[in-house]
């Protein structure tokens, strides 16, 4: 794989938002991110938006709260969560003491979260964009700020959402709050968006409208696509009919002769192999047609690990393929 055109650019900005299609690795790829950056001497923040506490788990290290921890040396986590975001906000911006948990105020912001679409969405948003403001300003510790953000059917309104609190809210502490929020995500020096996808046809279809309608509703600058599970090639269409020679009559019979039984098995699935290979190609041809930004490719693992040892795999095959 050749050095992507995204090279050391890659972890210049201060807040790198990572988005895609469920089951195609985001968050894989944003772990990666983190080790990769953290092995360069940066200190970084990993987000998790959604909750689960899966982000923690690609550290071998255990669920974290709304409260940073460190999950590996230069790396800190936590994970998002609604409640705690407003409390801190109203503590912090509003001087509104917050006792322990909100108690109503938690059923007041149900109440408003659904008259007014995007109160939720903007409470993460905010949160990410205070810690990296405060990292500028120099009272945080982060060098960069890596979001594991909505999948692509929902991160149009996360990010858009101090743009639309902004077009409901003219006056007061919100609208100011709203208008640097607006400032930072829209920097492209401060500020990108990643789409991780893979090569099938519905990641690709999903990244590929979610590129379009990332331009056209949003502000946030667009990073690049991070094509994840790219199969390797076996081998070239001029070595096929060697390949083909090799799958029946006397070669094969000797190199079963030589090796063992097994040898047939083999070349089945290096003949699955090539064919998969080849319907993928088509999705990565149409998704270079369809996009125009860099594109970064990692390959397929064929490991069964999930922890540690695959995100030091992912992140050196990206910082190879970004020509760090």
């Given at each position: 794989m050749n050095p992507s055109p995204v090279g050391a650019g890659f972890l210049d900005r201060r807040l790198l938002f990572f988005t895609g299609k469920g089951g195609v690795g985001k968050s894989t790829v944003t772990a990666a991110t983190a080790l990769m950056a953290?092995?360069?001497?940066?200190?970084?923040?990993?987000?998790?938006?959604?909750?689960?506490?899966?982000?923690?788990?690609?550290?071998?290290?255990?669920?974290?709260?709304?409260?940073?921890?460190?999950?590996?040396?230069?790396?800190?986590?936590?994970?998002?969560?609604?409640?705690?975001?407003?409390?801190?906000?109203?503590?912090?911006?509003?001087?509104?003491?917050?006792?322990?948990?909100?108690?109503?105020?938690?059923?007041?912001?149900?109440?408003?979260?659904?008259?007014?679409?995007?109160?939720?969405?903007?409470?993460t948003v905010?949160?990410?964009?205070?810690?990296?403001?405060?990292?500028?300003?120099?009272?945080?510790?982060?060098?960069?700020?890596?979001?594991?953000?909505?999948?692509?059917?929902?991160?149009?309104a996360q990010l858009d959402s101090p743009r639309a609190i902004q077009g409901m809210v003219q006056v007061g502490p919100v609208r100011q709050q709203t208008e640097w929020m607006v400032e930072l995500l829209s920097d492209p020096a401060t500020t990108?968006?990643?789409?991780?996808?893979?090569?099938?046809?519905?990641?690709?279809?999903?990244?590929?409208?979610?590129?379009?309608?990332?331009?056209?509703?949003?502000?946030?600058?667009?990073?690049s696509v991070i094509v994840n599970r790219v199969l390797p090639e076996?081998?070239?269409?001029?070595?096929?009919?060697v390949f083909e020679a090799l799958l029946d009559g006397a070669p094969r019979d000797r190199l079963e002769a030589e090796a063992g039984t097994g040898v047939g098995a083999v070349l089945e699935a290096t003949r699955l192999a090539v064919s998969m290979r080849r319907s993928r190609a088509v999705h990565l041809t149409q998704l270079r047609a369809a996009v125009d930004l860099p594109l970064v490719y990692l390959p397929y693992l064929f490991v069964r690990d999930h922890g540690l040892r695959v995100t030091h795999m992912v992140a050196e095959h990206l910082a190879e393929e970004l020509g760090l």
């Open positions: 953290s092995e360069r001497g940066k200190r970084v923040l990993l987000v998790e938006v959604d909750a689960k506490g899966n982000l923690t788990s690609l550290f071998e290290h255990p669920p974290v709260g709304f409260e940073p921890v460190e999950v590996y040396p230069g790396v800190s986590a936590m994970q998002m969560r609604t409640e705690a975001a407003l409390s801190e906000y109203l503590r912090m911006t509003l001087r509104v003491p917050v006792l322990a948990r909100l108690g109503p105020l938690a059923n007041v912001l149900d109440f408003v979260a659904t008259a007014a679409p995007g109160v939720r969405e903007i409470l905010g949160k990410v964009c205070s810690e990296v403001r405060e990292s500028i300003e120099g009272r945080a510790d982060w060098d960069l700020v890596l979001v594991d953000a909505a999948a692509t059917g929902h991160v149009i990108a968006l990643h789409v991780v996808t893979a090569p099938e046809e519905m990641p690709v279809n999903e990244t590929i409208g979610l590129v379009d309608r990332a331009r056209a509703e949003l502000h946030v600058p667009l990073g076996p081998f070239t269409r001029g070595d096929e009919p």
